[in-house]
C-alpha cells in the first residue's frame, strides 16, 4: 500500500494508528478511535488498555485535526505516563508530520499540532485555550474545580473531551456524568472482557485485594467507600420531593 493510501486509511479509520503502530487493537478500541462523539466517558478496568487507545487517539487528532491536544491527569507522574503512549506510538509510525520540538511533556509537530501532558491543577491549565482535543486520565479522581476550567478550552473550536478512568465510589462530577448526565458517548470495559488479563491472575488478585478494591478496579463498579454507615442508594431512595419542609 502507497504511502498517500495508508495515510488516508488511517484518516478515515483511526483504528489504523494503533495497527501501524504495531498494535493489534481490541474491538472496543477500534469502536473508541472511529467515533466520531465529541464527548467520551471511558470506564475501564486496569491493564484494559485504556492508555493505550488514548494514546493513539491522541496522536491521531494531531495528525488529522491539527491544533492542541491536552493529556491532563490528577498528578504529573500519570500525565506524563498518558504522554509517553502518545510519544511511542506516534514514534512507530511511519509518514507523519515531522516533529519539531520534543521534551519530557511536549511534543511540536511541523503542521502546528502540540501534545502537551499536565498535571490536573486548575492553575496549570489557566493559561491554554483553543484546545481541540482534551483526554483526562483517571478522571474520577479529577476535582469539579478543573472540570470548570477545562470546558471553556473547548468553546470555539467545538473539540473533542475524553474521560478515562476506574471508578472511585459514588462522588464526584465523573460519577455524576456516567449516571445522570446527557450528551455523553459512554465504554465500560471490565477485566472480564479484556483478552490479555489471564481469568486464573484475576481469581487470585480478587483473593489479595478484596472483594470491595477489586468490584471498583476490575468490574468498573461504584462501590461506597467500606467508612459509610448508609449506602448511598439507601440515601437516595430516602429522598423525595414529594414532603413539604418543616421550615423555610
Known sequence: MSALAN???RALDHAQVMRDAGMDPDPWQEKVLRSDARRMLLLCSRQS???TTCGALACA???YDPGLVLLIAPAQRQSQELFRKAVQTYHAL???PRIVNESAMRMELANGSRIIALPGTEGTI???SAAKTIIVDEASRVDDALMAGVRPMLATTQGRFVALTTPYGKRGWFYESWAHGEGWERTMVTADQCPRIDPVWLRQEREL?????FRQEYQCEFVDTDEQFFSSDL???ALTDE????WN
Open 235 to 237: 440515601i437516595e431512595a
Open 243 to 246: 414532603v413539604e419542609t418543616l
Open 209 to 213: 485485594i478484596g472483594d470491595w478494591q
Open 61 to 63: 487528532s494531531a495528525i
Open 126 to 128: 489557566r493559561g491554554y
Open 94 to 96: 511511519e509518514d507523519v
Open 49 to 51: 488498555g485504556k492508555s
Open 7 to 9: 495515510d488516508l486509511l
